[in-house]
Every structure is written in structure tokens, then in C-alpha cells.
């Protein structure tokens, strides 16, 4: 798994800023007040810095915003960037903030000279989560980047505030690596053994094969898979932080580790791309990570469903019926409407097994989202208000875009099929929402639900503010603020 970059916390030591080698990055507010380091910095650069902040060009910079000075008079180090902030940046600054040193610094050593700022560890997330390459599969893969350290006023402080963040930024790169992995290196195999692997941080995980899914009766999960070499597969991850009689978030992740349509075959412009058809699957193993990673005090299980979606002589037919493990059957009218079948019976699983408190599933289930939200925000849907209101808080204060879509009883008549109980797709026409409701079908009454199509946020083609293009992480933050706020108990 890509590291997250380590970043120490040190006492303010300006004596040494003048020797440092390589970048140097200070902190200016829009009317030009620096802190003692910057103060130290700019007599070193012989009044510089005072002229950059002056400068039109500084003028124009968002809070956030750095900008550099190359090969500082003065100083030993090759750049100073200089970052447009007062000291009380808000929490979306100061993540901006660390991400625009992390894009400036490429693999150079770092010294933040923070001072008394009061959003320090933010910074340092910021940083972190930018950070990020995925290079695994380049034969001139560069070194691990340089070192990163961040002055300030209370180090201790800021590195206990950094750690759980830090742990976030590790679930995250955790869902940015398995997203963005190939699809002949994220075998269902391969992906099920990575999560077997987190039983080290204390997660309980097992692996359910094919013969005991059959047993279970998940024959619309296999049925999408039935068509590929790669065995199917239902992933159990637990983590009890909280209370023994505390019932658990259940998480539930579509992961179709290729998706090619099936016999339904997708046009081949762009069939590369669906590599990142377990996103779901990938979110959820980044929240469990991160959860056991800080050890939090709140009890979660994550169910993933891993299949690949191939066409051959045993693949799923269009016209075919299958009967789910809840019993009802469903007529498949295109194959490549395959997410929703692997998880309607995950989350019927996670109901009878867990009993959850609430339970979010998680899928790239969509194109239709889409065209309705572009790439800013996961499409949310739910059938409790005040459930879907704390996700959506926790997702606002996290900078996750995420925007509630309808549900309704008329789009279920886009669902009724001749021969069987329903049909998997309702045609174009809200294509989003009616694949919502074929799944809140297999939402018991008192279940709390969500669902969260990340089709247009799981994988972009442009960089965003916290992580470079391709996997961006979306959700492993917002569902970890989400199990925080709702059920960690003090």
C-alpha cells in the first residue's frame, strides 16, 4: 500500500532555518503579518519576502493559495513558498494549504514554519492526503518523497490532533491504491487477500467463497459473476470498538473488480476505465482501516461483494431470472446493470446476520448520476431523514460533496416486470433513482438506510484539492466523521 508521507512535529528552531536544504514554507495573511519565522526568513532573503507579499501576484492568491520563490538569496534551500493564510485559518483553508505545499514540494525535503497557526494538524492532512503517487506499475518509479517537518508553537499538541487524521489520509490512499490498481493485478483473489491482511490492526475479516455464498443463497451476487474465472466473493470485516450490545453501521461496498457489461457488452471507448467498478468495495476498506487504525470506540461491520462481470458461455443472459438470497426474483434485463444485484444480496446478508443500527452501501452504480451531478457530488439517497442529515453534515464538514436525491413508490412501476417480481433496470429516465429503489427493496422496514452513488466522485480525470487524478478517496472521511458523531460515546 502507498505510505502516507511521515510528518514530524518540532519546536520552532529559527537558528536553523538559514541551513535548511530544500523548501522552506512560511505563512502570510492578506495584510502582509508574518510570524517570527517568517520574520527570520525574510531578513535572510534580504527583504524578499516583503516584496512578494506586496506584489500583484500575491494579491491575487486565494487563501490557501502558495506560491514560490526559486533559489532564495540567503538560504540553503532551493525554494520558499510562501502560503496566503492568516493564523486562524478555517479547516477547508488549512487543508488547501498543506495540499498546495504537498503539489509545490514534489519529493523535496519540507520545513513548515507554522508559528502559533491554529489549525496545524490540518495542514499537515492536507499535506498528506496531496502527497500521493501511484506508481506501482512504472518500471522508473521514483524514490519515496523527502522528509516533512512542521515548526510550531505546540508540537505535542498538534501531532495528537494530526494522528487521527493521519489515519484517515491511510484509508483513504488504502481506497485511492485499490481503485486505481488494473484489473489483472485486483483479482476478486487478490482484493479478498488484501483485506484478510487488515486482521493485523485487530479487524476480524473473513472470506466467504462461492460454495458457502451458494449455501447462503446469494445467487443474484453470483450470477453476475458466473460468467468470469475469477471466483466470487463476500468479504466480512468487523471491528467492535464500542459496547458489546452496541449494534454496528453496517457498510456495504459494490466491488466488480472489472466491469465489462457481460453479454450486455459496453462500448470499448473508455472500457479501460472500469477498473474502478469495486470503488464502493474500495471506500468501504478505507473507512475500516481507518477506524481500526485510530481504534475507534464505536462498532462497525464492512461487507463487500467482489465479482468480476465478464461475458462467455456461462455468463448471465439478458431475459434470464434469478432469485435473490431475500427470495424475490428478479428478471436481469441488461447485465451491465450488475452492481445492484451484487448488493441487494450483501445488504440482505448484513440485515440478517448484523441487525444494524443503520446501515450505507456504497456503488459506482450509476452514469446517470452523472449527468445529474457531474463530478462534485455522490448522489445520496436514504429512507431516514435525520440518518441522512448527519451523513450529509459529515460529509459538508469534510468537503466531500454529497447532495440528497427523491425516492418515491411511482418510479417503482419502471420495475415491474411480466414474469418476474421486478426487472434490474427501469430504463433511461431516472436511471439513478430507480436503481435506488430496486435497492431499498432489500431495506428492512426498521433499518435506517443510504445509498451513496459515487459514480461521478470514486475516479477523476483532473486533479482536486486533495488528491492528484485518478482515485480520490471520496467518502473514507466523510463515513468516518459519520461513525464518530453518531457512535463514539465519550
Known amino acids: 500500500m502507498t505510505q502516507i508521507t511521515p510528518i514530524r512535529f518540532a519546536e520552532t528552531e529559527i537558528d536553523k532555518i538559514a541551513a535548511f536544504e530544500g523548501r522552506v514554507a512560511v505563512f502570510a495573511d492578506p495584510e502582509g503579518r508574518l510570524d517570527a519565522g517568517a520574520r527570520r526568513v525574510n531578513k535572510l532573503v534580504r527583504g524578499a519576502l516583503v516584496r512578494l507579499i506586496e506584489s500583484e501576484r500575491f494579491g491575487k492568491l486565494k487563501e490557501g493559495d502558495a506560491v514560490s520563490m526559486a533559489f ?27 495540499a498546495s505545499l504537498a503539489k509545490l514540494r514534489d519529493r523535496s525535503d519540507l ?59 491511510e484509508g483513504a490512499f488504502m481506497t485511492r491504491d485499490l481503485v486505481n490498481a488494473p484489473a489483472n493485478v485486483l483479482t476478486t483473489t487478490e482484493f479478498a487477500k488484501q483485506l484478510a491482511e487488515m486482521a493485523a490492526l485487530g479487524l476480524k475479516v473473513e472470506v466467504l467463497e462461492e460454495k458457502k455464498l451458494a449455501e447462503l443463497g446469494m445467487r443474484t451476487l453470483l450470477s453476475v459473476g458466473q460468467g468470469s474465472d475469477s471466483p466470487s466473493k463476500v468479504v466480512v470485516m468487523q471491528w467492535q470498538g464500542g459496547a458489546k450490545d452496541q449494534t454496528p453501521l453496517a457498510l456495504i461496498g459494490k466491488g466488480v473488480v472489472f466491469d465489462t457489461g ?3 457488452l459496453k462500448p470499448a471507448g473508455g472500457m479501460e476505465d472500469m477498473t474502478m467498478d469495486m470503488g464502493g468495495a474500495g471506500v468501504v476498506a478505507g473507512v475500516m482501516r481507518t477506524v481500526a487504525r485510530r ?107 454529497a447532495w440528497r436525491m427523491p425516492l418515491g413508490k411511482a418510479y417503482d412501476d419502471q420495475l415491474k416486470s411480466r414474469i ?71
Not at 540553503?76 to 488549512?94: C, F
Not at 466522485?457 to 487524478?469: F, I, Q, R, Y
Request: charged share 25%; aromatic share 6%; proline share 4%.
Open 72 to 98: 532564495p538569496v540567503g538560504l540553503a534551500a532551493e525554494a520558499v513558498d510562501v502560503v496566503r493564510g492568516p493564523r486562524n485559518l478555517g479547516m477547508t483553508e488549512a487543508r488547501k494549504a498543506g
Open 111 to 169: 520545513l513548515v514554519l507554522a508559528g502559533s497557526m491554529r489549525r496545524v494538524a490540518e495542514v499537515a492532512f492536507g499535506l498528506a492526503m496531496r502527497d500521493y503517487t501511484f506508481d506501482d506499475h512504472k518500471s522508473d518509479a521514483k524514490e519515496p518523497e523527502g522528509a516533512v517537518t512542521i515548526m510550531c508553537s505546540k508540537p505535542d499538541k498538534s501531532r495528537a490532533e494530526a494522528d487521527p487524521l493521519m489515519a484517515v489520509a
Open 262 to 264: 457481460g453479454i450486455s
Open 295 to 401: 481504534k475507534a470506540k464505536a462498532n462497525v461491520v464492512g461487507l463487500v461483494g467482489l465479482v468480476e462481470n465478464m461475458p462467455s458461455g456461462n455468463a448471465t443472459r439478458p431475459g434470464d431470472v434469478v432469485k435473490s438470497m431475500k427470495g424475490d426474483t428478479i428478471e436481469v434485463i441488461n447485465t451491465d446493470a450488475e452492481g445492484r444485484l451484487v448488493l441487494c444480496d450483501v445488504m440482505w446478508y448484513a440485515q440478517d446476520r448484523f441487525n444494524p443500527d443503520a446501515m450505507v452501501d456504497l456503488a459506482t452504480l450509476t452514469g446517470a448520476i452523472i449527468i445529474g451531478l457531474g463530478h462534485e457530488n455522490a448522489g445520496v439517497f436514504s429512507n431516514n431523514d435525520a440518518f441522512c442529515n448527519a451523513f450529509l453534515k459529515a460529509a459538508e464538514k469534510e468537503g466531500e460533496g
Open 420 to 490: 418476474a417480481d421486478m426487472k434490474n433496470v427501469g430504463g433511461r429516465p431516472a436511471g439513478s433513482i430507480t436503481a435506488a429503489q430496486f435497492l431499498q427493496r432489500f431495506v428492512k422496514d426498521e433499518t435506517p438506510w443510504i445509498h451513496l452513488d459515487i459514480a461521478g466522485v470514486a475516479s477523476v480525470k483532473s486533479d482536486t484539492t486533495l488528491a492528484p487524478k485518478g482515485a480520490t478517496g471520496w467518502g473514507v472521511a466523510a463515513l468516518n466523521r459519520l461513525i464518530a458523531d453518531m457512535y463514539e460515546k465519550d
